[in-house]
């Protein structure tokens, strides 16, 4: 099927270990991008990467380190897990173009206790 | 930069119209989103306005006015597999970030 793919779906686990999210797109789109869904929902734009090459970075702690290895692939590196990292994770893709409307991943639900 | 707001939760009636609100402010839109979200899922597209007036899609449509930054989106004859999250979402040109609002939880009555 094409679509977008995260793994894991679930992962729970200790303060401070580090943790990897792995996404994969097979629509051939260029850009890809992680989101973070808070426990309020609020849905926030954390990467985006145009074909390999980063292009947006949110603000976000250093611990959190995106990789893509090639335009198919945009996987997340978390270091030192903290408490509020707790999250729903979204991978998404988009092509380029004037209607760029963003596929999602299925999410990686983050516990971190 | 960049704020968008929509009401938090709504409650309509099976069968019935809502209309969900949508504002926004920013200086490089280029385009406004609305999604769907179902409790545990993934945001699926519903719609995408970049020019004035609405945009039909079945029970679905997307209204927008640029000059007063504002969308809204309306569902009819609802039914109960529409309650869920509706998020706003606008584009900006400047940066290519797709922005998200914090989503309009929609609940629908039998």
């Known amino acids: 099927d094409t679509a977008v793919s995260q793994t894991p779906k679930y992962l729970v686990t200790q303060m401070g270990n580090d943790k990897s999210i792995k996404c994969e797109q097979n629509?051939?789109?260029?850009?890809m991008y992680w989101y973070k869904q808070d426990s309020k929902k609020f849905l926030k734009i954390m990467f985006s990467?145009?074909?390999?090459?980063?292009?947006i970075n949110e603000t976000v702690p250093n611990r959190f380190s995106p990789k893509s290895p090639d335009k198919a692939h945009l996987n997340l590196h978390i270091n030192s897990l903290e408490l509020g990292d707790s999250a729903v994770y979204f991978c998404?893709?988009?092509?380029?173009?004037?209607?760029?409307?963003?596929?999602f991943g299925s999410g990686t639900q983050l516990s971190v206790l | 930069g960049q704020n968008i707001d929509q009401p938090t939760e709504m409650t309509a009636t099976e069968g019935a119209i809502v209309q969900i609100n949508c504002t926004y402010q920013t200086s490089g839109f280029n385009g406004l989103f609305w999604y769907q979200q179902h409790a545990g899922e993934a945001p699926t597209f519903l719609s995408y306005?970049?020019?004035?007036g609405l945009e039909e899609k079945g029970r679905f449509s997307s209204f927008l006015s640029r000059s007063k930054g504002y969308s809204y989106l309306l569902l009819k004859e609802l039914q109960m597999k529409d309650s869920a999250s509706y998020l706003c979402?606008?584009?900006?040109?400047?940066?290519?970030?797709?922005?998200f609002g914090k989503g309009t939880r929609l609940h629908i009555l039998p």
């Open positions: 998404a893709s988009s092509p380029r173009g004037p209607n760029e409307k963003l596929f």
């Open positions: 979402a606008v584009r900006d040109w400047r940066d290519d970030k797709i922005i």
């Open positions: 990467y145009n074909n390999k090459e980063l292009i």
């Open positions: 306005n970049v020019l004035d």
């Open positions: 629509l051939g789109h260029d850009t």
